[in-house]
């Protein structure tokens, strides 16, 4: 079996200077789809379900289909990751159901809009690190609040997102923060506020340094060099997928998502982590609504989930290639959780603080 802990994942592309998209599972369709793209590029994967999968798919298929997947594909490393995990119960049963990784996003309260106190998300934050390490598991905290700097506002995802409007204050991690947050809760990775939002709808009109604020990352990075950070609602939303939708039937308004040099500008100051769910949404309902309009009589499921699989095989490739996961999975041996908790006993993985970016080179 070839289950990787994210802390182990993220240390290897930390190392080696690359990054790992994460990308959002539902269904078989969407797990083959990703594995036969890291096969063809011997890329290590994570794989990531939000709790609106978990409840959609089922936490029991959804475990039989990572135990499947990892059957399937031995040689590599698959990181089964909790996405935007809203309490410690939510993260206690996913590592209960084979995930080795989990998001405690204590940005927000446990009911999943409302903005929480710097305190609290410390609090249960370090709560879920104590009880994940124990079992070897690793932990993504978020510090900031995820949304957008042209308009204020978040984009649900799943019906996980702050509702009503935020000021920049809320919007953007603060770094000095970020470095009292890490040292306080010791999360293996950390998710920042810095413009990107979930959905299709990020920006509307190609992102500058107004919107989308990369020198955020650059300076926490600066004072947490050895910490791997993780950008959210990272989609590229590319314009190709948008016409195939259009051009189908679909009415997506104009939209701009994150441009993939700026996701490879990240990478250089310390981003490891890339979420991405709607570039692979969109990719399967393009490819749908192709077969639905060129053959209405069509109704065999497999006549349109084929070609949908195909479409998000295709955008999942492109980001192994351009984040450079590409060529590593052959050469990383996963360690099995109960090696990664005496690791975590013994202080070997503890957050390295007050180290700042020059002293480190
Ligand atoms: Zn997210």
């Known amino acids: 079996m070839a289950r990787i802990t994210l802390r182990q994942l993220l240390d290897h592309a930390a190392e080696h200077s690359y990054g790992v998209p994460a990308f959002n599972i539902n269904n078989m369709e969407q797990g083959l789809a990703i594995l036969e793209a890291a096969d063809a590029v011997d890329a290590p994967v994570i794989i990531q379900a939000s709790r609106g999968a978990r409840a959609y798919a089922n936490d029991i298929v959804l475990k039989g289909l ?13 990181c089964m990751h909790q996405d935007h995990g809203n309490n410690e119960a939510t993260c206690a049963t996913a590592i209960q159901h084979g995930f080795t990784s989990v998001m405690m996003d204590g940005s927000l309260e446990a009911d999943g809009k409302t903005p929480a106190p710097y305190d609290y998300n410390v609090r249960v934050t370090k709560a879920v690190v104590d009880m994940a390490h124990w079992v070897g598991a690793s932990v993504e905290g978020e510090l900031g609040v995820l949304g957008s700097l042209e308009t204020g506002m978040g984009e649900k995802e799943d019906g996980h997102g702050f509702e009503g409007k935020l000021g920049h204050d809320q919007l953007l991690t603060d770094p000095g923060q970020a470095v009292d947050f890490v040292k306080a809760t010791q999360v293996d990775a950390l998710a920042i506020a810095m413009g990107t939002s979930h959905g299709a709808y990020k920006f509307t ?96 499921p497999r006549k349109y989930l084929k070609p949908a699989m195909d479409a998000m095989r295709t955008v999942c490739r492109q980001r192994f290639e351009e984040f450079g996961t ?28 007050g180290i700042t970016r020059q002293a480190a080179e």
């Open 326 to 353: 590409a060529g590593w999975a052959g050469k990383i041996t996963p360690i099995p959780l109960s090696a990664m908790a005496r690791r975590y006993a013994s202080g070997e993985l503890a957050a390295k603080i």
């Open 205 to 300: 009109r190609r992102p500058d340094g107004d919107v989308l604020a990369m020198h955020v990352i650059e300076e926490i990075h600066q004072r947490l060099p050895n910490t791997h950070l993780v950008m959210h609602g990272s989609s590229s939303v590319p314009q190709d997928l948008q016409d195939v939708i259009n051009r189908h039937g679909g009415q997506m308004p104009q939209t701009w998502g994150v441009p993939v040099e700026e996701i490879q500008r990240g990478i250089k100051h310390g981003v490891r982590k890339i979420n991405i769910d709607t570039d692979n949404r969109m990719a399967m309902t393009g490819a749908i609504r192709k077969v639905f309009a060129e053959n209405p009589g069509e109704f065999d």
């Open 66 to 78: 990572i135990d499947s997947l990892c059957e399937m594909y031995p040689h590599i490393p698959i």
